[in-house]
T-cell receptor, first 115, second 112 residues
Framework: DAGVIQSPRHEVTEMGQEVTLRCKPISGHNSLFWYRQTMMRGLELLIYFNNNVPIDDSGMPEDRFSAKMPNASFSTLKIQPSEPRDSAVYFC?????????????FGEGSRLTVL | AQSVTQLDSQVPVFEEAPVELRCNYSSSVSVYLFWYVQYPNQGLQLLLKYLSGSTLVKGINGFEAEFNKSQTSFHLRKPSVHISDTAEYFCAVSESNYQLIWGAGTKLIIKP
């Protein structure tokens, strides 16, 4: 069984550029999560989708960040324009959704460096 | 509000020695408790979870954890560690909704 697939694994870009991170959740999973991990702040939930609908985006840092889930098998997290403080590892995770007990299946992450 | 405290940011231990990674939480309601492991340059994966029932929970790779309601703790243990256990370990709490509250993580450093 394929796990959660994220791309790119590594991205180096310059300040001001647009960055798009991609995620394919596990087939059959109804919930999708985007997390950000940094040394200073640890793991932060950015946004949570259930059945392709954004349920909680209170963790999205600011308007420069946006996320979409056009269908059950694909999601994107976009940063425009990017800033050096956005440098982090971004994880996508999925699970079965409603009624699930909290077990999350994580992708391997996208390491973003903004110069 | 819920919170999770992992008391040690790093735990060095000799190979084949026992280890305990500590986790305390605060919550006013029943919770589900989790330990996740993150190997270098990888995502997190579930090590074990407590939902209900027996307070001693066994997970993968020989790890176990004990839920102590009176002390609001969920410490992770392994009787004999291996070099391959080198990783960061995260404790997390869920109040039956989608939101997991994460601890800051504990890096397990195995000394040869």
């Amino acid at each position: 069984d394929a796990g959660v697939i994220q791309s790119p694994r590594h991205e180096v870009t310059e300040m001001g550029q647009e960055v798009t991170l991609r995620c394919k959740p596990i087939s059959g999973h109804n919930s999708l999560f985007w997390y950000r991990q940094t040394m200073m702040r640890g793991l932060e939930l950015l946004i949570y989708f259930n059945n392709n609908v954004p349920i909680d985006d209170s963790g999205m840092p600011e308007d420069r960040f946006s996320a979409k889930m056009p269908n059950a098998s694909f999601s994107t997290l976009k940063i425009q324009p990017s800033e050096p403080r956005d440098s982090a590892v971004y994880f996508c995770a999925s699970n079965l959704g409603t009624g699930d007990t909290g077990e999350l299946f994580f992708g391997e992450g996208s390491r973003l460096t903004v110069l | 509000a819920q919170s999770v405290t992992q008391l040690d940011s790093q735990v060095p231990v000799f190979e084949e020695a026992p280890v305990e990674l500590r986790c305390n939480y605060s919550s006013s309601v029943s919770v589900y408790l989790f330990w996740y492991v993150q190997y270098p340059n990888q995502g997190l994966q579930l090590l074990l979870k407590y939902l209900s029932g027996s307070t001693l929970v066994k997970g993968i790779n020989g790890f176990e954890a004990e839920f102590n309601k009176s002390q609001t703790s969920f410490h992770l243990r392994k009787p004999s560690v291996h070099i391959s256990d080198t990783a960061e370990y995260f404790c997390a709490v869920s109040e039956s909704n989608y939101q997991l509250i994460w601890g800051a993580g504990t890096k397990l450093i195995i000394k040869p």
